[in-house]
């Protein structure tokens, strides 16, 4: 175990410090093999893990080459200034509506893609509006936090949620069904606590009518009123997929490579462009880690954390979710929600999925909510950060943790009363 764990924090510290000219999936593919080499891991097992992570892996990338088609012909530049106009100069209105945009923004194109395509928008509008620095901070922070905090309504709203889903075999409505509420308490709780949390630094007036119309953003009207009517198809097809029990991955990446072609045709994208920049790199993060992972599955790290969940189900429903919920969050925010999520699955399956699903959906909000706690939490986090250093805006581990330790576990708190 203890190799195993050494193996397993070096190639996080890795990940996290990325040296110059080392990408995460590189570096997650560097602690695989060494975990392979010192003994931590065997071939079966990276076997394992590529069967248990292969349909979220390739669902993940087709999520995010949806986005940047779809960022490419401005449907999200689009809905960012319908939100800001909508909220007719009030600054309060702005941030709930943004949150809100948020919130959709993650459930339909996963935690990554908010961080990945609608952070910058939201920073150039911001500073378009000439808000204050502090304002900007607000703003920023708010639409970092519900990223996450929003990606629990559906399968494909986060790469937890695939993997732990296929883990289980859990259906794509039986998934939604179960996790309505909570998200949407979540949802609630991010708006009243963000806004409670920043009030004073909101401006109560901004001046809306400086933004562009929104149809003026619109780079293909065409494609534009196709991705309304495909993206409609596409919900169909995943119901479809459930009914029928097929892979997430057949509609996520061949929906998105579909649309890719379809926006070919009306010459909105080059299609070589969007394949290349697409984030190949999870790929092999997701691989990578897993195997790293694996290896304190094998040297009983698993069997350790099953312990701690049967001892919470031994004092009552109430606290074995509450208690499971709490333990994914701590845990993700110390050592990334990725490792977290299948650590926490193993050991969950090792307790007993029949009679305790809803330990399953506590740690999947855990996961999902727990990493806000601090800025290695989870790999949305760590995209959005590099995001908005490449734009010139650094935010420190100190200020990112004095909003994330107290908004976090409030949130985490009314979204887990929300299975009870």
């Known amino acids: 175990m203890v190799l195993a764990i050494l193996v397993f924090l070096t190639t996080l510290i890795f990940v996290i410090w990325q040296p110059k000219g080392l990408q995460i999936g590189t570096t997650a593919v560097i602690g695989a093999f060494v975990a392979l080499l010192v003994g931590v891991v065997n071939f079966g097992d990276v076997l394992s893990v590529i069967s248990i992570v292969w349909d979220a892996t390739l669902a993940f990338i087709g999520i995010i080459i949806l986005s940047m088609v779809l960022d490419a012909i401005g449907f999200f530049e689009w809905s960012a200034i319908k939100m800001a106009k909508l909220s007719g ?11 809100l945009l948020g919130a959709v923004v993650s459930a339909f194109f996963a935690n990554d893609g908010a961080a990945l395509i609608l952070t910058p928008i939201l920073l150039a509008k911001m500073k378009y ?48 069904k179960n996790m309505f509420l909570p998200n949407l308490l979540a949802i609630f709780a991010s708006i009243v606590v963000l806004w409670v949390y920043f009030r004073k630094d909101i401006p109560l007036v901004v001046d809306v009518s400086t933004l562009p119309k929104p149809e003026s953003v619109i780079k293909n009207k065409t494609m534009f009123t196709i991705s309304w009517f495909f993206l409609a198809l596409l919900m169909v097809g995943y119901f479809i997929g459930d009914y029928y029990h097929l892979p ?7 929906g998105a490579l579909l649309f890719l072609i379809i926006a070919n045709y009306y010459k909105a994208v080059k299609p070589l462009m969007i394949i290349k920049t697409a984030p190949w790199q ?15 599955k094998n040297g009983g790290f698993t069997d350790i954390i099953a312990s701690w969940i049967m001892e919470l189900n031994t004092q009552g429903t109430t606290i074995a979710i509450i208690g ?7 845990i993700s925010s110390i050592m990334n929600n990725m490792p977290t999520i299948m650590i ?77």
Do not use: C, R
């Open 248 to 254: 997430i991955s057949l509609f996520a990446l061949g």
């Open 282 to 296: 999870v790929v092999w993060f997701s691989i990578g880690l897993y195997v790293v992972v694996y290896g304190l």
């Open 89 to 99: 100069g009030s600054g309060n209105k702005m941030f709930v509506y943004i949150l």
């Open 324 to 330: 499971t919920g709490f333990l994914s969050a701590v």
């Open 344 to 420: 926490m699955d193993i050991a969950i399956d090792k307790v007993g999925y029949i009679g305790h699903e809803a330990l399953v959906y506590a740690n999947i909000l855990g996961s999902n909510l727990g990493p806000k706690m601090t800025p290695i939490g989870s790999l949305a986090t760590l995209l959005w950060l590099h995001v908005l250093a490449q734009k010139g805006v650094k935010i420190g581990w100190g200020e990112y943790m004095k909003v994330g330790l107290v908004v976090t576990p409030i949130v985490l708190l009314v979204a887990l009363l929300g299975l009870i």
């Open 129 to 176: 509006l000439k808000m204050k620095p502090l304002a900007i901070f607000a703003f920023l922070m708010a639409g970092g936090f519900i990223g996450d905090s929003a990606s629990n309504p559906l399968v494909i709203s986060n790469l937890t949620n695939i993997v732990t889903v296929g883990y289980f075999d859990i259906g794509f409505i039986e998934y939604a």
